[in-house]
């Protein structure tokens, strides 16, 4: 029988321990990256500290994880000279995830200007 405290990490290739920690996601670790040229992939093994009470995958872990996706891509983007917050956040869920998936936040830079950036985030499972 296999509990969540047991699921083997077995993180893609490419995928390294996540550079910042956060006093909110530190319950989620571990939290992994992949960082391209113009992005940071934030992703995770889906676990039972990642769920509600009703035992899905909460959407509250899935909103903010893409939040700090997008927030780490636009800093990588411009190369770490700005510093950005969220000043909106808009969340289609159109599926769900399980116990033991893999879990990865793949962001994508739209626009970027002096202060502010522009991004969106496709989260697979």
Known sequence: MTTDTQIAPDIPDG????????????PWEPLYQKKTE???IIGLRLARPHTNGRGLIHGGLIAALSDNAMGYSCGQAT???TSYVTISLTVDFVGSANIGQWLAIE????????TICFAQSLIKA
């Open 38 to 40: 113009r992005s940071v």
């Open 107 to 114: 962001s994508d830079v739209i626009k970027t200007g002096s």
């Open 15 to 26: 995928f390294e321990p996540l550079f910042r920690k956060s006093p909110l996601t530190e």
């Open 79 to 81: 190369g770490w000279t």
